[in-house]
T-cell receptor, first 115, second 115 residues
Framework: AQSVTQPDIHITVSEGASLELRCNYS??????LFWYVQSPGQGLQLLLK??????LVQGIKGFEAEFKRSQSSFNLRKPSVHWSDAAEYFC?????????????FGTGTQLKVEL | NAGVTQTPKFRVLKTGQSMTLLCAQD?????MYWYRQDPGMGLRLIHY???????AKGEVPDGYNVSRLKKQNFLLGLESAAPSQTSVYFC??????????????FGAGSRLTVL
């Protein structure tokens, strides 16, 4: 079964600073990888996804993520954080199973942005 | 375009009471899911449906029942609520579950408190 680890529960960065959120996955085949963002009181919104091809993927709101198969990682990055980026971020891996596709989520990283 | 709508948004129950959460999607998606979100545990799949009239168990199905009588609706029922079911519940839908590249659209969540 697949699994996702987000080692950082909380991260605080200053506005304008760069950001990297870590995500490590475990899956025996080629993974389908996702980053979702959840603003307070809201549902989850897709930031970006990796299916195949170029290992550097661009998403909405200026985010990008890089798939590194050798490290089983899919870290999320942003060059300059804005105060509105404060939210919780979830990494997820999708894979086909006998019962159909299942998305497995990490436990999330809460991002705080200091002004 | 409403996307995925969940009702109610908030509910307080006493132990042993029953209730139903309703999820409605207007995107003609085949696949629908119910997740629960608890602090430090990310999102865990309760039940899902691969089409009208079909349901299947997810990771944490005990204490919940679901029904998919119409393609656009997915109901989550608690027959006898317990304090351990205090959580935020998210409904999601997707167009194609047969591929691991499965992008979910989420509702805004339903916060349930069981006293």
């Amino acid at each position: 079964a697949q699994s996702v680890t987000q080692p950082d529960i909380h991260i605080t960065v200053s506005e304008g600073a760069s950001l990297e959120l870590r995500c490590n996955y475990s899956y025996g085949a080629t993974p389908y990888l996702f980053w979702y963002v959840q603003s307070p009181g809201q549902g989850l919104q897709l930031l970006l996804k990796y299916f195949s091809g170029d290992t550097l993927v661009q998403g909405i709101k200026g985010f990008e993520a890089e798939f590194k198969r050798s490290q089983s990682s899919f870290n999320l990055r942003k060059p300059s954080v804005h105060w509105s980026d404060a939210a919780e971020y979830f990494c997820a891996v999708g894979a086909l199973t006998g019962g159909g596709n299942k998305l497995t989520f990490g436990t999330g990283t809460q991002l705080k942005v200091e002004l | 375009n409403a996307g995925v709508t969940q009702t109610p948004k908030f509910r307080v129950l006493k132990t042993g009471q029953s209730m139903t959460l309703l999820c409605a999607q207007d995107m003609n998606h085949e696949y629908m899911y119910w997740y629960r979100q608890d602090p430090g545990m990310g999102l865990r799949l309760i039940h899902y449906s691969v089409g009208e009239g079909t349901t299947a168990k997810g990771e944490v199905p005990d204490g919940y029942n679901v029904s998919r009588l119409k393609k656009q609706n997915f109901l989550l029922g608690l027959e006898s609520a317990a304090p351990s079911q205090t959580s935020v519940y998210f409904c999601a839908s997707s167009q194609d579950q047969r591929s691991g590249a499965n992008v979910l659209t989420f509702g805004a969540g339903s916060r349930l408190t069981v006293l």
